[in-house]
Every structure is written in structure tokens, then in C-alpha cells.
């Protein structure tokens, strides 16, 4: 029941514990999630009221709020779906899948793939580089986080798959297994 410039730091901190207080009509407390919701959501009133000047000040503009993470059901693909999927890709692109399912490596770290990352010896994959999306550019200056440089187990399957593939397509520029960056 106040004006939007009225609105104090201490009214939203107040609000926020009121609804951890607060129960739904079947008796069960309001989730975190809805709760962040609510907040943010009246983040984003105030805001707006400041960028149009209806405010003078946001007063949740210092205010540490948590980001809404949706839960993810992971589905793990069986092998008949994953060679359904490598099927309808068209043959010289089929291997990004089946890298990709193999190492759990990120699209722009497979499109980054060079022949000299592979060590077929010691039957590993080094990750330290990936596609630029700048098209001056041939690799980023950094992958996505600072451990996403890593080294990761080439199995037996996937690495005959790659040498198909390379006697098949032939290397792209910079030894690229791809030759083509779209």
C-alpha cells in the first residue's frame, strides 16, 4: 500500500521475509523459486519507475538478488536414438554428434578440433581452445571457463570414427576436423 517512491531497501527485505512466512491453499510454504520471482520481478517495476523517472532512486539497485535456475530433467539418450540422430545428419557432419555424446565436449570446442589434439597413443582429446565466433578469426582467445581446459579419455569407437572421417573429408584449414564453419 505505498507510492512507488516510498519504496524503501528495508520494505523489500520486509516483504521477502513476510513471504517466506506465507503458505499456499493447500498448506505448503512458498518456494524459493516463486519467492525470487516476486522479488525480482518487482526489481525489474522499480527499474523501469527509475529509467522513466517516476523514481528518483531504485532502492534494490544494491540489493544482492539470486538468479532463477529452472531444474532440467536430463534424459540419457540410448544408442538406438543416438545413431537415429547421426543418421539424419548430413555423413560429414554426423561426427560433431557423436564427439559430442562421446566427450561431452561444447559445440564450439568440437568445431575448434584440430588434428594435433588428438593423441591417439595415449588415446586422449586435449581441450585448451574453440572456435571463434568473430570470422576473422580462426580460434577464440579463451575458452568458456578457465577449467574448461582440460584432457579427456578418447574411446576406442570414437577415435575409429574420427580416422573415418578424416579419410573420408580430409582436414579443414589449421587442421580443423571441419571444414566448414557454419
Known amino acids: 500500500n ?3 517512491r516510498q519504496i524503501r531497501l528495508l520494505d523489500i527485505q520486509t516483504l521477502e521475509a513476510q513471504l517466506l512466512q506465507k503458505f499456499t491453499p493447500n498448506g505448503e510454504a512458498l518456494s524459493e523459486t516463486y519467492i525470487r520471482k516476486i522479488i525480482n520481478l518487482l526489481g525489474q517495476i522499480l527499474k523501469s519507475a527509475e529509467l522513466n523517472k517516476f523514481i528518483d532512486d531504485n532502492p534494490m ?24 540422430l547421426a543418421s539424419i545428419f548430413p555423413p560429414q ?9 562421446y566427450t561431452g565436449m561444447r ?3 568440437i568445431l575448434g578440433l584440430t588434428w594435433d ?4 597413443k595415449k588415446m586422449e582429446i586435449t581441450v585448451d581452445r574453440q572456435i571463434s565466433r568473430d570470422p576473422k578469426k580462426i580460434f ?9 581446459h582440460r584432457t579427456i579419455p578418447l574411446a576406442q569407437e570414437l577415435a575409429s570414427l574420427i580416422k573415418n572421417h578424416v579419410q573420408n573429408y580430409g582436414l579443414g584449414p589449421h587442421d580443423l576436423l571441419f571444414k566448414n564453419r557454419t
Open 93 to 101: 557432419w554426423a561426427l560433431m554428434l557423436w564427439i559430442g555424446l
Open 140 to 148: 577464440a582467445d579463451h575458452l568458456k571457463t578457465q577449467r574448461a
Open 2 to 4: 505505498k507510492k512507488l
Open 117 to 120: 589434439r588428438i593423441d591417439f
Open 107 to 109: 559445440p564450439s570446442e
Open 61 to 84: 539497485k544494491n540489493m544482492k538478488r539470486k538468479k532463477i535456475y529452472k531444474k532440467q530433467t536430463i534424459s540419457i539418450l540410448t544408442l538406438e536414438q543416438c545413431d537415429y
